[in-house]
């Protein structure tokens, strides 16, 4: 394979910086893996409407579970020696919450790692809790929580048929809910108005996305665009008129832009904003003042373009206060005037904080994690290197505090998905194997989102081939600039990341010294025939993007790890959980079954009462603990 070299200058100097913060010193404190993963004492803060009421998230018999705190009006801290706690679950972290005006808070939870979602309801006056969605098997989702209607929201499930969602008017107080609009057969989603009408709808076919829009509701749906799924214009909400509609398109462009679409005959606006380099990812706008407030992008690190002054000011206000971190607004109280805000860097989840715009009051609600010292973690740097077909490829390095920028053990981890990618950030996992004094590369391998169609679309029945080779020539970049021992490189990843684990030891069998699989696919056509109902819309697109386990049966036959165990020979730890809908646990039992019949050194880990990636916290706890043990036996031995 021809040599990697990188990219460009500045590239050079990214490397440089690298090294000059890793100059080698007094060894760093290690922290316990407890430390990392443990759940945070407190976390996801949430505002009832009126502001005056805080919920959020604290460990009950382990599980996350909502509590509800008074939020002082004069800016001062919350007393959470009084908060309340609201809900009692014990099998499972309650999966997300959110108020319903000041005295009902609304939850989603799953049972085993299902991700058959139930919505739940609190009655904050009486603390009487009701399942609102009590059918087996299902999955419940929220719509629109219609802020001007006290007793009602919008929810999907697919209690008629498993691969489609209808449409309810659920009440959430009585649980009572009335069809709002039956699916036909093909739409996966729906759009309400700012008046929480039905007004627009996307569908499928597999390979062609089309938008539905109607006058109201009494109207008909009809069709006014059909594009193939290469093609992206989603729409985001309405203008504040209810006439036109912010979407995200890249309709005769390679990046997303933000444009406003004509709902009668589908043209588009001039973008109101775009980015040369990176897809748009978002836009967000105050439903108070009605006016558009942010669009969201990733370059190397998350980034806004602001609309308005007035949001424009309140960034000014609290960065002044908390200076040196990123920045996220994470809830408002309807009034828009008290603000959940979150400071964050890649070396620390940071603090939470209520910020009370009339008075310019910031108030702490404490750190997410305060059992970590920022200062014992490890800068992530963005980096770029060169495929060997001359594509772009950027990506982020972690070296360990304190570790000279040479002769490195190295984690290679590409991300899941694989239609997603990797962001700066703090990560526990990435901080946790960098306290444990190995590098940590990932990649945003082709196929990663947010870089544009083009790049994109050449991961289109590239699992095993391109998209893998772009994950080796990193490798190889690594030992080519002298960071990697290239006798000490592993590779561990989740979901699409385990399948490229599983693909690394197997195609390239010579390349690395250990391997961590966590709940990836082996087999490409046992993976086509058990994934869930509601994804079974998308198969004919996934047969496109992945290939057609009848007309590309070679292609997945050569691609899929199982086929090829006669080729590995690096020590391999799988780890799976049983209830898994996404990669059934047979894509990790049959590879074990395939490796041990050979005599590899294959060690399994599964878990009952887990899905896609471990939620609870003491199988997070014996799954690092033993990645940890099994990295440290095959990584840190001397180079030969």
Same mark, same amino acid.
């Given at each position: 394979?021809?040599?990697?070299?990188?990219?460009?200058?500045?590239?050079?100097?990214?490397?440089?910086?690298?090294?000059?913060?890793?100059?080698?010193?007094?060894? *760093?404190?290690?922290?316990?893996?407890?430390?990392?993963?443990?759940?945070?004492?407190?976390?996801?803060?949430?505002?009832?409407?009126?502001?005056?009421?805080?919920?959020?998230?604290?460990?009950?018999?382990?599980?996350?579970?909502?509590?509800?705190?008074?939020?002082?009006?004069?800016?001062?801290?919350?007393?959470?020696?009084?908060?309340?706690?609201?809900?009692?679950?014990?099998?499972?972290?309650?999966?997300?919450?959110?108020?319903?005006?000041?005295?009902?808070? +609304?939850?989603?939870?799953?049972?085993?790692?299902?991700?058959?979602?139930? +919505?739940?309801?609190?009655?904050?006056?009486?603390?009487?809790?009701?399942?609102?969605?009590?059918?087996?098997?299902?999955?419940?989702?929220?719509?629109?929580?219609?802020?001007?209607?006290?007793?009602?929201?919008?929810?999907?499930?697919?209690?008629?048929?498993?691969?489609?969602?209808?449409?309810?008017?659920?009440?959430?107080?009585?649980?009572?809910?009335?069809?709002?609009?039956?699916?036909?057969?093909?739409?996966?989603?729906?759009?309400?108005?700012?008046?929480?009408?039905?007004?627009?709808?996307?569908?499928?076919?597999?390979?062609?996305?089309?938008?539905?829009?109607?006058?109201?509701?009494?109207?008909?749906?009809? /069709?006014?665009?059909?594009?193939?799924?290469?093609?992206?214009?989603?729409?985001?909400?309405?203008?504040?008129?209810?006439?036109?509609?912010?979407?995200?398109?890249?309709?005769? $462009?390679?990046?997303?832009?933000?444009?406003?679409?004509?709902?009668?005959?589908?043209?588009?606006?001039?973008?109101?904003?775009?980015?040369?380099?990176?897809?748009?990812?978002?836009?967000?706008?105050? $439903?108070?003042?009605?006016?558009?407030?942010?669009?969201?992008?990733?370059?190397?690190?998350?980034?806004?373009?602001?609309?308005?002054?007035?949001?424009?000011?309140?960034?000014?206000?609290?960065?002044?206060?908390?200076?040196?971190?990123?920045?996220?607004?994470? /809830?408002?109280?309807?009034?828009?005037?008290?603000?959940? *805000?979150?400071?964050?860097?890649?070396?620390?989840?940071?603090?939470?904080?209520?910020?009370?715009?009339?008075?310019?009051?910031?108030?702490?609600?404490?750190?997410?994690?305060?059992?970590?010292?920022?200062?014992?973690?490890?800068?992530?740097?963005?980096?770029?290197?060169?495929?060997?077909?001359?594509?772009?490829?950027?990506?982020?390095?972690?070296?360990?505090?304190?570790?000279? +920028?040479?002769?490195?053990?190295?984690?290679?981890?590409?991300?899941?998905?694989?239609?997603?990618?990797?962001?700066?950030?703090? /990560?526990?996992?990435?901080?946790?194997?960098? /306290?444990?004094?190995?590098?940590?590369?990932?990649?945003?391998?082709?196929?990663?989102?947010?870089?544009?169609?083009?790049?994109?679309?050449?991961?289109?029945?590239?699992?095993?081939?391109?998209?893998?080779?772009?994950?080796?020539?990193? *490798?190889?970049?690594?030992?080519?600039?002298?960071?990697?021992?290239?006798?000490?490189?592993?590779?561990?990843?989740?979901?699409?990341?385990?399948?490229?684990?599983?693909?690394?030891?197997?195609?390239?069998?010579?390349?690395?010294?250990?391997?961590?699989?966590?709940?990836?696919?082996?087999?490409?056509?046992?993976?086509?025939?058990?994934?869930?109902?509601?994804?079974?819309?998308?198969?004919?697109?996934?047969?496109?993007?992945?290939?057609?386990?009848?007309?590309?049966?070679?292609?997945?036959?050569?691609?899929?790890?199982?086929?090829? *165990?006669?080729?590995?020979?690096?020590?391999?730890?799988?780890?799976?959980?049983?209830?898994?809908?996404?990669?059934?646990?047979?894509?990790?039992?049959?590879?074990?079954?395939?490796?041990?019949?050979?005599?590899?050194?294959?060690?399994?880990?599964?878990?009952?009462?887990?899905?896609?990636?471990?939620?609870?916290?003491?199988?997070?706890?014996?799954?690092?603990?033993?990645?940890?043990?099994?990295?440290?036996?095959?990584?840190? $031995?001397?180079?030969?």
């Amino acid at each position: 394979m021809q040599s990697i070299v990188a990219s460009s200058i500045c590239n050079i100097l990214l490397l440089s910086a690298l090294s000059g913060t890793a100059m080698a010193s007094e060894p *760093v404190r290690q922290y316990t893996l407890q430390d990392f993963f443990a759940k945070p004492e407190r976390s996801v803060f949430r505002l009832s409407d009126d502001g005056k009421t805080l919920g959020f998230m604290q460990p009950y018999q382990r599980r996350q579970n909502i509590f509800v705190v008074s939020l002082p009006s004069d800016g001062t801290e919350p007393d959470f020696k009084s908060a309340r706690r609201i809900t009692d679950e014990t099998e499972r972290d309650i999966a997300g919450f959110f108020w319903k005006g000041n005295h009902t808070i +609304l939850y989603a939870k799953d049972f085993g790692g299902d991700e058959n979602y139930h +919505l739940l309801s609190v009655d904050l006056q009486g603390y009487v809790v009701k399942d609102l969605t009590p059918f087996p098997k299902i999955r419940a989702s929220v719509v629109d929580d219609l802020p001007d209607d006290p007793e009602h929201i919008l929810i999907q499930h697919n209690k008629r048929d498993s691969q489609l969602f209808d449409l309810y008017r659920l009440n959430v107080k009585t649980g009572e809910s009335e069809l709002v609009a039956q699916n036909p057969g093909n739409i996966t989603e729906w759009i309400t108005d700012h008046a929480g009408l039905v007004r627009m709808a996307v569908t499928t076919d597999g390979v062609n996305n089309s938008i539905l829009y109607r006058n109201s509701e009494d109207d008909n749906f009809r /069709n006014i665009l059909t594009t193939d799924f290469r093609t992206t214009v989603a729409p985001l909400f309405f203008t504040f008129d209810n006439k036109s509609v912010y979407a995200l398109s890249n309709r005769g $462009r390679d990046k997303t832009a933000l444009v406003i679409l004509n709902p009668t005959d589908a043209t588009e606006s001039a973008p109101l904003y775009e980015h040369a380099e990176v897809d748009l990812s978002g836009a967000s706008y105050s $439903r108070k003042r009605k006016v558009l407030t942010m669009a969201s992008f990733n370059t190397w690190k998350s980034q806004r373009h602001l609309f308005d002054h007035a949001t424009a000011d309140i960034f000014e206000k609290i960065q002044k206060k908390v200076p040196d971190y990123e920045l996220a607004i994470q /809830n408002t109280n309807l009034e828009e005037n008290t603000f959940v *805000v979150a400071a964050y860097n890649d070396r620390t989840p940071g603090s939470r904080y209520i910020y009370h715009a009339n008075s310019d009051i910031l108030t702490s609600l404490g750190e997410i994690n305060p059992r970590i010292n920022p200062s014992d973690m490890a800068p992530m740097k963005p980096v770029t290197y060169t495929s060997r077909d001359g594509l772009k490829i950027n990506g982020y390095l972690t070296v360990p505090v304190n570790k000279e +920028l040479k002769n490195l053990a190295v984690i290679i981890n590409p991300h899941g998905g694989p239609w997603v990618r990797d962001n700066w950030g703090y /990560n526990p996992e990435i901080q946790f194997l960098a /306290n444990r004094g190995f590098a940590v590369f990932q990649m945003n391998y082709r196929g990663s989102t947010g870089y544009g169609r083009a790049f994109w679309e050449k991961s289109f029945k590239q699992w095993g081939k391109a998209m893998q080779d772009d994950i080796t020539d990193g *490798v190889a970049w690594l030992v080519s600039q002298g960071i990697a021992d290239s006798q000490r490189i592993g590779i561990y990843g989740g979901s699409y990341g385990g399948y490229a684990t599983l693909a690394g030891v197997t195609f390239t069998p010579d390349l690395y010294a250990a391997a961590v699989d966590y709940v990836g696919v082996s087999n490409l056509f046992t993976f086509m025939n058990t994934i869930p109902p509601y994804w079974k819309p998308y198969l004919a697109m996934m047969h496109e993007m992945v290939g057609d386990p009848e007309r590309d049966a070679e292609l997945l036959r050569a691609a899929s790890p199982v086929f090829h *165990v006669d080729k590995i020979m690096t020590p391999l730890f799988i780890v799976q959980g049983a209830n898994d809908p996404r990669v059934n646990k047979n894509e990790s039992d049959q590879m074990v079954s395939a490796l041990k019949k050979r005599g590899v050194e294959v060690q399994y880990m599964m878990k009952e009462n887990e899905g896609h990636g471990f939620q609870n916290e003491e199988n997070q706890f014996d799954f690092y603990g033993a990645m940890e043990q099994f990295l440290k036996r095959h990584l840190t $031995r001397q180079s030969k």
